[in-house]
């Protein structure tokens, strides 16, 4: 059976004109680039997870899922201060009731935004974003500048639906009709493509976007500036030139602006200087994020909480303090006793000392592949592959709000989704801490 507008859900830009044809042992789609035909193809996969395991003798071992799920309740309940890492390729409504669970332990709450574009959520919280939905892009959009990113190769979708190369209601003529300038130390397959390439010198970001900001106010920046960054003072100006004179400019950043020195500043000073960019013409601020629903995790806990990830609920309140209460540090301080992994190989993700102490501790994973966090870890349950087994919602890149709609069902009777392991965990923490009334909230 053919099914048609399917939404990915490989990476952020959540591309909505997939075409399925799916029967047994057998899956063909159209539309998709290779991560997303990756993503596809690990529905029928010989190695997909299909059964809980729990570790005996230092070996995975198969198991009943009641057992499974009795087990990960007692390693939670007994923690004092449980991990939760809610992984992005999972829907919202998995992350809510995570983030309820959180709550209600009193764990550490975190997700993929910690490893990635924390920086870039802090600095929007510092200055605010200027923002567009990716069709303004396409439809208005006649300047794109991706700053330290590479999405021909990262998310090549992005550039052929929204950013490059579609012909929108004003751009008519595609490719033509739009200027492309890239910012980065390489020389990437998106800087040769581009119109032009800035190739700063890494690490001088801020000092880039500061002289920037400077020739703005209509002053020259010092020429030191020309050696810090390695980038002319002329071109500097015809860059500036380029952004002031289009109809509706864009800065889609990457991970190569928040992970350089400065981090979350950068991404500050750069959404301040469009904020001064809009005195001459229309600019907007975009992040180019890589995992599918990166931006769900954030916006749910901040709806319910008030923070967009890192959150501590040790003493009965959220707290926020990125450095103190995110993954990587309260793993290298070893200030948690248990962890929670949910659709993400965490271990694959953190520095060796991070990873070696998450190997000491209990550890429950819930994903559909075997990776290296599956291997050290004590409780393994099978996880649904949302978008395509069951429904439920995703943030796309630019943070608007898409239903996805399944083309089959889960694989499994015990569970239809992760939001329902995760209920069904939630339930049997909820009986072992003899709380089955803690709060209207939680039924």
Request: glycine share 8%; proline share 5%.
């Amino acid at each position: 059976m053919v099914f048609k507008n399917i939404i990915c859900p490989a990476c952020g830009a959540a591309c909505d004109d997939i075409q399925v044809e799916f029967g047994e042992e057998k899956i063909e789609a159209k539309n998709l680039c290779k991560m997303g035909n990756a993503k596809f193809k690990a529905i029928i996969s010989s190695r997909r997870l299909r059964q809980p395991l729990i570790k005996e003798g230092g070996k995975l071992m198969a198991a009943a899922w009641d057992e499974a799920l009795e087990k990960a309740a007692d390693i939670l309940v007994s923690a004092k201060r449980p991990l939760l890492f809610m992984g992005s390729e999972t829907s919202c409504e998995a992350h809510e009731v995570g983030l309820m669970i959180g709550e209600y332990l009193g764990a550490i709450v975190d997700s993929n935004t910690t490893i990635g574009n924390g920086p870039t959520a802090m600095g929007i919280q510092e200055s605010g974003k200027v923002g567009a939905t990716e069709g303004q892009k396409k439809n208005r959009g006649d300047l794109v500048v991706y700053w330290g990113t590479n999405p021909l190769e990262s998310m090549p979708r992005q550039m052929s639906r929204y950013g490059v190369f579609p012909r929108g209601y004003w751009t008519k003529h595609g490719r033509f009709d739009r200027t492309i300038i890239t910012v980065d130390p390489r020389k990437t397959p998106t800087a040769t493509a581009s119109d032009l390439h800035v190739q700063l010198k890494p690490n001088s970001d801020y000092e880039l976007i500061s002289a920037l900001l400077t020739l703005l106010h209509g002053k020259i920046p010092h020429h030191s500036v020309e050696e810090i960054t390695g980038v002319p003072i002329p071109v500097m100006e015809n860059m500036l030139d380029l952004m002031k004179h289009c109809n509706l400019g864009s800065i889609s950043v990457g991970l190569g602006l928040s992970s350089s020195l400065g981090k979350h500043r950068n991404v500050e000073i750069a959404m301040n200087f469009v904020k001064e960019l809009n005195n001459y013409s229309k600019f907007t601020f975009g992040i180019l994020r890589g995992h599918c629903n990166v931006a769900g995790f954030s916006q749910i806990a901040s709806y319910m909480y008030g923070y967009p990830f890192g959150l501590d609920f040790t003493r009965g309140y959220p707290r926020y303090n990125p450095g103190e209460f995110t993954t990587v540090d309260v793993l290298r301080e070893k200030d948690v006793d248990a962890a929670f992994v949910m659709c993400t190989d965490l271990l694959n993700q953190i520095p060796t000392d991070c990873a070696a102490y998450l190997a000491e501790i209990p550890l429950i994973y819930l994903d559909t592949s075997p990776c290296p966090t599956m291997v050290v870890s004590d409780i393994v349950l099978p996880g649904i592959i949302d978008a395509m087994e069951c429904d439920g919602t995703f943030y796309r890149l630019d943070d608007v709000a898409v239903h996805v709609e399944p083309f089959t069902d889960s694989p499994f009777e015990f569970t239809k989704s992760n939001e329902d392991t995760l209920k069904q965990l939630f339930a049997k923490i909820k009986e072992k801490r003899n709380h089955t009334d803690f709060s209207p909230f939680y039924i």
